[in-house]
């Protein structure tokens, strides 16, 4: 029984994706040969398309309302932009040296 081919992971299949494009471009492979290439391409393309889809649906940040309670989910479009988490509730350790209770220290 042959062995089952595992999928290849996101960054060899982008490799695989420039080493095509490399191929293509420098002209010098008979047409049907690029063919079975530009298919390969285009099949890495879909997988990677469908892993990069995959990992946006999962980067999801909880809103909360103005009381702090979670209000839904909502997707992440610029990472860069999450907002902070709302900070826990103080128990009187205001006065805490150990920035614990800093707004904005944890992020979900």
């Known amino acids: ?5 595992s ?3 996101f960054e060899s299949a982008l490799d695989r994706i ?3 494009a490399t191929l293509m471009e420098n002209g010098e492979l008979p047409l049907e040969e690029l063919i079975v290439i530009y298919e390969e ?3 890495l393309f879909r997988f990677c398309s ?3 889809e995959a990992a946006e649906k999962r ?3 909880i809103t909360r309302d103005s009381a702090g309670r979670p209000q839904g989910l909502e997707p992440v479009r610029n990472p860069g932009e999450i907002p902070p988490s709302t900070p826990p509730e103080t ?3 205001e006065g805490d ?3 614990a209770g800093a707004p904005g220290a944890r992020l979900f």
């Open 41 to 43: 391409g285009l099949g």
């Open 91 to 93: 128990s009187g350790t």
């Open 59 to 61: 980067l999801q940040t």
């Open 50 to 52: 469908e892993r990069l």
């Open 97 to 99: 040296s150990t920035g």
């Open 7 to 9: 999928a290849p992971s």
């Open 1 to 5: 029984m042959p062995a089952k081919k």
């Open 18 to 20: 420039e080493q095509i």
